[in-house]
């Protein structure tokens, strides 16, 4: 796995750009394995203020009511958009030349990116195995660390090279792919570039704090709006993740968490029906 490390003051990391021999290992790497990580690429007091914004707006919204009864709030993985906020991230990804890499490597990036952050609560459950979209639609995706993301806070588990064929669930299972996973920790201002078509799962958050992830990704192109930055009028909001929140739903995410082999049964049977590598 290619590991960088950005030495300048967070004041230059806006205009840091990478050598060639640099950027070639990294795509080295992601030919290889699916992914690659730039270690302390983003600044970290911007993203302890966006951290403290997505705490604070989580609260306030669980305080008041306003939060979804299931859709992954059993589980404890939740879907988020992180806000205007969350704009410079992007920004420091174009200065230092990873996003021009990106649309090298994935010419289908055409569009500005689809802004989002994966919420993993205390107490969360280990997710299933995993590709984020079917395998002949792949695209990029830039993952954020923004606090320590460690194996005690759910660091990602990552089947590196899973990328490199289609995987129906069944024989993923059947071939032990992921036999070569790995825990992908990263500190705060680490950044993962990875393919929607390497499996991976999110893993227990075992802490008493909730830890976020933000991810830019370019799924059909990337964002249809002008300024996905700007979307729910630039506030943060939570979404559901997996599970629905409604009653089927619910019960659902109580069955998978209760007995995770139920789950996973399922989709053996679903996959050998389907063509889903997913």
């Known amino acids: 796995m290619t590991e960088l490390s950005v030495t300048e003051n967070p004041a230059d990391l806006a205009v840091r750009r990478f050598s060639s021999a640099e950027l070639d290992q990294m795509r080295a790497s992601f030919e290889r394995e699916g992914y690659f990580v730039i270690r302390e690429l983003i600044p970290k007091p911007m993203l302890a203020t966006l951290h403290q914004q997505l705490t604070v707006a989580f609260t306030a919204m669980e305080k008041e009511g ?4 299931g859709g992954g709030r059993l589980s404890g993985h939740l879907n988020c958009f992180p806000g205007k906020g969350a704009r410079f991230i992007h920004e420091i990804l174009t200065a230092a030349g990873i996003i021009d890499l990106m649309k090298q490597i994935d010419p289908k990036m ?3 990116p689809n802004v989002g ?3 993993n609560l205390p107490g969360s459950t280990t997710q299933h195995y995993h590709t984020d979209y079917d395998f002949s639609r792949g695209f990029m995706i830039a993952n954020v660390a923004v606090v320590d993301t460690i194996i005690a806070n759910g660091a990602m588990e990552a089947a590196p090279g899973t990328h490199k ?16 996973s790995l825990r992908v920790e990263m500190k705060q201002g680490d950044v993962m570039v990875r393919t929607s078509s390497m ?4 893993m227990p958050n075992m802490t008493e704090v909730a830890r976020p992830m933000l991810a830019l990704t ?5 964002s ?14 939570f979404f559901p993740n997996w599970f629905r929140p409604t009653t089927v739903g619910r019960l659902r995410e109580r069955a998978t968490v209760a007995a995770p082999i139920i789950y996973s049964s399922y989709r053996f049977v679903s996959s050998l029906l389907g063509n889903k590598g997913k």
């Open 218 to 222: 370019w799924e059909d192109g990337g």
């Open 117 to 119: 952050c994966n919420y």
């Open 66 to 69: 306003e939060l979804f009864a």
């Open 224 to 237: 249809q709006l002008p300024d996905p930055w700007m979307k729910e009028g630039g506030a943060i909001k």
């Open 165 to 180: 064929k289609y995987y129906p669930y069944w024989r993923f299972v059947t071939e032990h792919a992921g036999r070569n």
């Open 110 to 112: 055409v569009r500005l």
């Open 199 to 202: 499996w991976h799962r999110g």
